[in-house]
Every structure is written in C-alpha cells, then in structure tokens.
C-alpha cells in the first residue's frame, strides 16, 4: 500500500487595526492609533500613533512588507 501526503504551505496571519479620529480644537487635525502584528502565532503586538496620511499609510505599508517577510 503506498500513501500519500499532501503538505500544506504554512499560512501567516497578522491583524492591523486602525482607530482613526480628527480632532476639532482649532484646525482639524488627524489622528490615529495602529494595532498590529505580523503573525498571530506569536501573539506579539506593537501600538504606535500617527498624525498624518503619509505616516499611516507608511504604518501600513512597514506591516505588509513585515508579513510578507520582506525587510525594508
């Protein structure tokens, strides 16, 4: 009898979250609090805060590269 095995590839999972708000005192002024990690296995969490479109997205961008396992 011969058996065959199917393997897998291993899959990453990694969670952003976004809470983003616009302050009123004065001049409008965005804001946000970034969530993220890369893997969900190791149950590692990083929080930063951003203050603009380009720092967000930038956020969002460094958590790709990270789960995709690139280095920037």
């Known amino acids: 009898m011969v058996l065959s095995v199917t393997v897998l590839p291993s899959e990453r999972t990694g969670l952003l979250v976004i809470r983003a708000w616009v302050e009123t005192n004065g001049e409008p002024r965005l804001r946000a609090r ?23 997205a930038s956020a969002v961008t460094e958590w790709l590269d990270r789960l995709l396992g690139e280095r920037r």
């Not at 970034?34 to 967000?56: F, M, N, P, Y």
């Open 34 to 56: 970034i969530t993220q990690t890369a893997d969900l296995s190791g149950r590692k969490e990083t929080s930063t805060v951003a203050a603009t479109r380009d720092d967000i």
